[in-house]
């Protein structure tokens, strides 16, 4: 379940990639480049911090085939998206949702204490998209008023607090995805942001 969930999450990822460097009319090599580095670079970050080398990427090559097949998929059928920003944002919140539960995960196996696993999950969920952001010269979404990084820390609260009751880590694993993934759809369909610390 967990490798699947880390494969579904690489595709998510991968996809959006390319969405954005459609958006910036990126040649053939900038659109693989920006989907390899939003699918891999949040979990490079995390094996980095939890001491993990080669990091989980570069010892699968699963990942590799996995993130040129999505972007391949994606630009074959690029006709087909008729509406790439929906596209990119569904394919970003699934990202994140998917990720999250892998960081958490990897934190668990680390023995790491429950506040740094959701860290972890986070920062999983969440750098990847930070690294495209940038080589796409925009701000990441995480660090604006959008709810992003909020919803991966309800979902890995979610998941901390599911795993204590009787209830297969499957499904654990399933429910604390779909909080993730519900509370940013909420959030951007009814427009909820954090506060904004600066006056107008």
Request: glycine residues 8%.
């Given at each position: 379940?967990?490798?699947?969930?880390?494969?579904?999450?690489?595709?998510?990822f991968?996809?959006?990639?390319?969405?954005?460097?459609?958006?910036?009319?990126?040649?053939?090599?900038?659109?693989?480049?920006?989907?390899?580095?939003?699918?891999v670079?949040?979990?490079?970050?995390?094996?980095?911090l939890?001491?993990?080398?080669?990091?989980?990427?570069m010892?699968?090559?699963?990942?590799?085939?996995?993130?040129?097949?999505?972007?391949?998929?994606?630009?074959?059928?690029?006709?087909?998206?008729?509406?790439?920003?929906?596209?990119?944002?569904?394919?970003?919140?699934?990202?994140?949702?998917?990720?999250?539960?892998?960081?958490?995960?990897?934190?668990?196996?680390?023995?790491?204490?429950?506040?740094?696993?959701?860290?972890?999950?986070?920062?999983?969920?969440?750098?990847?998209?930070?690294?495209?952001?940038?080589?796409c010269?925009?701000?990441p979404?995480?660090?604006?008023?959008?709810?992003?990084?909020?919803?991966?820390?309800?979902?890995?609260?979610?998941y901390?607090?599911?795993?204590?009751?009787?209830?297969?880590?499957?499904?654990?694993?399933?429910?604390?995805g779909?909080?993730?993934?519900?509370?940013?759809?909420?959030?951007?369909?009814?427009?909820?942001?954090?506060p904004?610390?600066?006056?107008?």
């Amino acid at each position: 379940m967990f490798y699947t969930i880390d494969i579904l999450g690489t595709i998510a990822f991968a996809i959006s990639g390319v969405l954005v460097a459609f958006n910036k009319r990126m040649d053939l090599f900038g659109v693989l480049i920006i989907a390899f580095v939003t699918a891999v670079g949040g979990g490079t970050l995390r094996d980095l911090l939890i001491g993990e080398a080669p990091v989980t990427w570069m010892k699968d090559m699963t990942y590799s085939y996995v993130v040129m097949a999505s972007a391949i998929f994606a630009i074959i059928f690029r006709s087909k998206i008729n509406y790439l920003r929906t596209s990119l944002f569904l394919f970003d919140t699934i990202g994140i949702g998917l990720y999250t539960l892998v960081g958490i995960e990897k934190g668990l196996s680390a023995g790491l204490h429950p506040i740094i696993c959701i860290a972890l999950g986070t920062m999983t969920a969440s750098f990847g998209g930070v690294i495209r952001d940038i080589l796409c010269n925009e701000i990441p979404v995480i660090f604006r008023k959008e709810i992003y990084a909020t919803a991966c820390i309800a979902g890995g609260v979610v998941y901390f607090l599911l795993i204590k009751l009787p209830i297969d880590s499957n499904i654990v694993f399933v429910i604390s995805g779909i909080v993730v993934i519900v509370i940013r759809l909420l959030a951007v369909k009814f427009k909820i942001r954090l506060p904004n610390i600066y006056r107008d």
